[in-house]
């Protein structure tokens, strides 16, 4: 398949050694929640990671799927989301989806693969998926590992022009840098960058704090606009 082309400190690229370790001994499993504004995107990439075809691209489903599998001796457990995207979307079914996520990644998600089509990544989807983040905890984006897919129609220039693209650059700020670009790639790379995004955060995972409040979409979406200046100060 067709993944990401991963860069690590430097900018070294990342061994494709098969004797790599994506996971310290420490950690048994790994917990990764699928986000972002394509289904058949996101299950692509769920199917390449656990080496199988366990998601069907072409139907979307209204709920939370759960799939787990061995990978180099570590269980994996991916959970794919609906469209929680859309603009039409409720608050009370966005939070619906976020507590079925945090049930079926119990005790709690260690990374958010946030799986972005950069063509089609606009300020609303960026809006909603701060909001979709907070909805899970205040430190989801320390959590985040964002993988940018290949545009339907890729063209000269694409790699320079989309950092320029600003919900998707604010995407990548607000996440601390941390990305992947689609490419010719192979698995070790997405592992790699996953197992790096856990161990950043000591193996920990999300405690998440789904909010009742009747304002909690407001309150999540002005947070996430706050963050922003803070950013882009710090880089």
Known sequence: MAAAAACGDKGRPLSHSSSYQFLPPTMSELRVVLLGNSWSQRSSVGNFILGQTVFNTEE????CLRERGQVKGKEMILINTPDLLHPDISEDKLTEHVKTCERLSDPGPHVFLLV???????EEHKLKLCRVLQLFSDQSFEHSLIL???????????IESYMEHPPLNDMIRMCIYRYLKQGNFELPELLTRLGQTAKENNGEHISCDVSEDEDAGLFMTTKCEDMKPALLREF
């Open 60 to 63: 979307e489903p209204d709920r």
């Open 116 to 122: 972005l089509q950069s063509e089609d990544f606009t």
């Open 148 to 158: 940018i897919s290949t545009p339907r129609e890729e063209s000269p220039g694409f």
